[in-house]
Antibody
């Protein structure tokens, strides 16, 4: 059974770069789409972007200038970097798998990131 | 302000039925599949419905959904206290070229 686990620093300073990794177990990352979604405290879901197993990417236009999603096939991981962070980027960050059914099939447990000095 | 519009909250008694609406436009719901997610308190969202009305194998048939034009609905029958959660609709928006979600609906089972 495929499982996803997001990990990374829980605290990032303003203007710095947020970096998170999602480790995929029980399945290969060499297929389908892999995505990042975030949820500010007490608020709704915001799609950040996805990467296809071929390496092609698609980002939310509102974040595009600051976001990079990369695939690390040998480690069965994919990652998120978000540059020039502000307090508005404080959120729980989820990694998710997008399968054949046009939906976010499986989600990781999420990792809380706080932007504060 | 979310691209898809959901009521902030709904409530009903155990055993009853509740409907959650999701309203969009021709560039999102009217143009692509809708999915629904259940987020229990303190947990990650879980896929509840995909491709407008299909259920993953582990989701009971008390949960059903439909889509018509630029709107979608999620129906939950035989409400249980364990159904108390936030429910989100989602789809792809071709104008924004982005996946979009509704603002979420908090379900209270009284």
């Amino acid at each position: 059974q495929v499982q996803l686990q997001a990990s990374g620093p829980g605290l990032v300073k303003p203007s710095e770069t947020l970096s998170l990794t999602c480790t995929v177990s029980g399945g290969s990352i060499s297929s389908y789409y892999w995505s990042w979604i975030r949820q500010p405290p007490g608020k709704g879901l915001e799609w950040i972007g996805y990467i296809f197993y071929s390496g092609s990417t698609k980002y939310n236009p509102s974040l595009k200038s600051r976001v990079t999603i990369s695939l690390h096939t040998s480690k069965n991981q994919f990652s998120l970097t978000l540059s020039s962070v502000t307090a508005a980027d404080t959120a729980v960050y989820y990694c998710a798998w997008v399968g054949d059914n046009h939906a976010f099939d499986l989600w990781g447990q999420g990792t809380m990131v706080t932007v504060s000095s | 302000q979310s691209v898809l519009t959901q009521p902030p909250s709904v409530s009903a008694a155990p055993g009853q039925r509740v409907t959650i609406s999701c309203s969009g436009s021709s560039s999102n719901i009217g143009n692509d599949y809708v999915s629904w997610y259940q987020q229990l308190p303190g947990t990650a969202p879980k896929l509840l419905i995909y491709e407008n009305k299909k259920r993953p194998s582990d989701i009971p048939d008390r949960f059903s959904a439909s889509k018509s034009g630029t709107s979608a609905t999620l129906d939950i029958t035989g409400l249980q206290t364990g159904d108390e959660a936030d429910y989100y609709c989602g789809t792809w928006d071709s104008s924004l070229s982005a996946a979009v979600f509704g603002g979420g609906t908090q379900l209270t089972v009284l």
